[in-house]
């Protein structure tokens, strides 16, 4: 056994670079697929691989927790309840504010008379549990009237979500 070396030394070095190779091509793997299924996203479409998801465990800070922002509700235009009183003192303006919007998707609109009809700007008032609807409104609103202005919020116990009074703008 002179001449002879021992192959069955263990060598870090090797056994290290193995490794970093393995690592490296798992890397690559998963950066693929998180790759493919971002671009199915913006595209629309449903990847058929399930998605993975990681838990934080509870010892965690919270800030760590919150990495990806939770979605926004989407928006039902059909969940809230309207009544558009006229403040400008043209006959049927509420009843014809109401079909306008009752055609982009708004529904039970209820319909009458403001306190005067002194109103110089559209004014909405709406709950606090409902300021979500508030930009979605006053953008739907603005295809046909001027911009309207908050007004005071809504008690809770209000049997309306909105009302609408609309004004001379």
């Known amino acids: 056994m002179d001449g002879i070396e021992e192959k069955s030394k263990f060598d870090p070095f090797r ?11 798992l890397a690559l793997i998963g950066g693929g697929i998180f790759v493919y299924q971002k671009t199915l996203k913006s595209k629309g479409e449903k990847s058929t691989a ?3 998801t990681v838990s934080l465990p509870e010892s965690q800070p919270t800030e760590m927790a919150q990495v990806s922002p939770s979605p926004t509700p989407k928006l039902n235009r059909a ?13 049927g303006a509420a009843s014809k504010a109401a079909n306008f919007l009752e055609k982009l998707g708004w529904v039970g609109i209820k319909t ?3 306190d005067n009809f002194d109103y110089s700007q559209t004014v909405i ?3 606090e549990s409902k300021k979500d609807y508030f930009s979605l409104l006053t953008e739907d609103l603005s295809k046909n009237y001027s911009p309207a202005k ?8 209000e049997k309306f979500d909105v009302i609408i009074i609309l004004g001379k703008d």
């Open 15 to 25: 056994w290290g670079a193995i490794f970093l190779v393995v690592f490296a091509v």
């Open 50 to 52: 399930p998605e993975l």
């Open 79 to 91: 969940d809230l309840k309207i009544k558009i009183l006229n403040g400008t003192g043209v006959p």
């Open 112 to 114: 009458g008379n403001a």
């Open 125 to 127: 008032k709406i709950k």
């Open 150 to 157: 908050e007004g005071e919020t809504l008690s809770e116990e």
